[in-house]
């Protein structure tokens, strides 16, 4: 296994992917960081924690617009379709869900990696905060 | 004392606390972030700046009778485990940081070391409330602009 020498150390930085406690309105996004991944760069992720504080709507029955994203997700997306999330975390009650920390996932594609945050029922108003980073490898 | 390796810095993620400039209403709070340990992961907790930017009163016709925790600045952030909802400055925090005073105050304290599993919150809060025997009328609220810098690291495991 090398050791880290300075040289290495200097190229490791890490980007926060950081919103405190916020209202997110049904339906709604909330775009929290991008980061353009260029050639011979590399992007890891493992850590980011949704914090499901409160479901501002209380009683509500939840009508999802994707039942599988849960009640709120946030997600690494790459390029400017949001259709599939190279990374997700879903929330689907109040409290704290997480990204595997030892399932890293690595991004090697140049391209522009988003972290968005979603409101995922069409009814129902939520609080809550992300917490993470993203590790870029720099050539 | 050993060398770092490549593996090992792979497994060492620094984390932030972040809320910019935020007006936090009188008696109100907010959760900045949270982070979930399991074992055998740990977290090393130094570094963290609080800033009262403005007050929506003159800060020196701010007294005691104000303050809704007593023993807590006029704002503080508190680091709590499994922290759902209440009051962040009542007791069983693990640790915070008081300003009660314009300007930026920071942790001095020796890095700590999180190891119990749970989640991690920072939780900022404004903690005014009116009182008949403050020089400041009780129908005017004591608001503040506050903004958190600070930094958590991870370590997956305890090597």
């Known amino acids: 296994m090398p050791l880290v020498t300075p040289a290495i150390f200097s190229r490791s930085l890490a980007l926060p992917i950081a919103l405190a406690q916020t209202e997110l309105r049904r339906g709604k996004q909330i775009q929290i960081m991008q980061f353009d991944l260029k050639a011979g760069q590399l992007l890891e992720l493992r850590a980011l924690n949704l914090h499901l504080l409160k479901v501002l709507t209380p009683g509500v029955v939840p009508v999802y617009v994707n039942r599988s994203l849960g009640l709120a997700s946030v997600g690494v997306y790459e390029g400017t379709m949001l259709t599939g999330a190279g990374a997700l975390v879903k929330g689907l009650q109040v409290g704290v869900s997480q990204f595997n920390p030892w399932q890293v996932r690595r991004f090697i594609s140049p391209g522009t990696y988003t972290v968005l945050v979603s409101n995922n029922a069409q009814n129902i108003d939520l609080s809550l905060a992300v917490t993470g980073t993203l590790k870029v490898y720099t050539a | ?159």
């Open chain 2, 1 to 159: 004392m050993g060398y770092l390796t490549t593996s090992k810095l792979t497994n060492i993620i620094d984390l932030p606390i972040q809320l910019p400039a935020t007006e936090i209403k009188m008696g109100d709070w907010l959760v900045i972030g949270s982070i979930k340990i399991a074992e055998p992961m740990r977290l090393r907790y130094r570094f963290l700046n609080l800033q009262l930017h403005t007050s929506s009163v003159d800060i020196a016709d701010i007294s005691a009778v104000n303050k809704i925790s007593g023993n807590l600045g006029y704002a503080y952030v508190a680091l709590r485990r499994d922290y759902s909802a209440g009051n962040p400055g009542a007791a069983g925090g693990l640790e915070v940081l008081n300003i009660s005073e314009i300007g930026l105050v920071e942790r001095t304290n020796v890095e700590t070391i999180f190891s119990t599993p749970g989640r991690y919150s920072w939780i900022i809060a404004n903690n005014m409330q009116p009182s008949a025997d403050s020089v400041i009328p009780t129908s005017t609220d004591i608001n503040f602009r506050l903004s958190v810098t600070g930094q958590v690291r991870l370590e997956l495991d305890n090597s």
